[in-house]
């Protein structure tokens, strides 16, 4: 899941004998982000670029994209992989979207989702040759995120993550406030490497996602998404609240752009 809104921890825990008002909150955000092909910026070229730095894994590898979505840039792994891919998203609502794409594009066989939380990967320990996320890993923090995900990953076994980064040690007072609050681990490129580095990992390359990974692939889009989702929801608050954080936050990285976005780190388990 790469939702860029905040869920409240007690959507972790919901069942349906504890069920309250916040759920039908809950499902206008997965209706919102279930809508577009992409729920956090990223794109196929830099998906590529990443893996270009990773040794391919073959058909007996196992690979774990972690906070999947409905898998945009898990397919393009299985395009350009015969690794069998396990893909894992909170929400069914996108892992019923992720099976989909994947029957689609006839990769059913070895390309499946699964629901569950990072926060408790039904993987075994040691079992992985891959452990994929973009814009996902916040939802953990990266710290916590590389630091628990290591121990499901072979000796030599690698970890591509993006994550929400600070370009500069310094920055405008309002980007750095609403960042700091929305995601308090963001933090410089050095500062990131260091955390691998701390965890047991070998940085193998690192790289900035271009600009068109926001604006093309993920704000433009929801511009016609945002006009239906009102449309049909007409007069109902979470739904206006949700579209403008949206408008907001696209309005906030036009402006200050140069100081932050998404990197891509790549790193080998030693």
Not at 163 to 181: G, M, N, V
Not at 226 to 243: C, I, M, P, S, Y
Request: include cysteine; charged fraction near 20%; glycine fraction near 8%.
């Amino acid at each position: 899941m790469r939702l860029h809104w905040p869920i409240p921890e007690k959507f972790s825990d919901m069942n349906d004998d504890n069920k309250s008002i916040h759920e039908f909150d809950f499902d206008l955000i997965c209706e919102y982000f279930s809508s577009l092909d992409r729920q956090g910026p990223g794109s196929e070229e830099s998906t590529r670029k990443a893996l270009s730095f990773i040794p391919l894994p073959g058909g007996h590898s196992k690979v774990a994209d972690i906070g999947c979505g409905t898998g945009g840039q898990t397919m393009t792994l299985a395009k350009l992989s015969p690794a069998q891919i396990t893909g894992l998203d909170l929400f069914p609502v996108f892992i019923d979207l992720f099976n989909q794409n994947a029957a689609n594009l006839q990769l059913q066989h070895r390309v499946k989702g699964i629901t569950g939380t990072m926060e408790n990967l039904p993987f075994e320990p040691e079992s992985l040759d891959l452990i994929w996320s973009e814009g996902a890993i916040y939802n953990i923090g990266f710290e916590r995120g590389i630091n628990e995900w290591r121990s499901f990953l072979k000796q030599g076994g690698y970890l591509a993550v993006t994550d929400a980064t600070w370009f500069t040690d310094r920055r405008p007072q309002e980007i750095h406030d609403f960042w700091t609050k929305e995601y308090p681990e963001i933090d410089t490129i050095p500062a990131k490497i260091s955390q691998l580095q701390k965890a047991g990992y070998v940085l193998e390359a690192c790289f900035a996602l271009p600009e068109e990974c926001w604006t093309t692939n993920f704000y433009q889009p929801q511009i016609k998404t945002q006009a239906d989702f009102l449309r049909k929801h007409t007069g109902n608050a979470t739904a206006v609240e949700l579209v403008a954080n949206q408008q907001h936050e696209a309005g906030l990285y036009e402006q200050y752009k140069a100081f932050y976005g998404y990197v891509f780190y790549v790193a080998r388990k030693v």
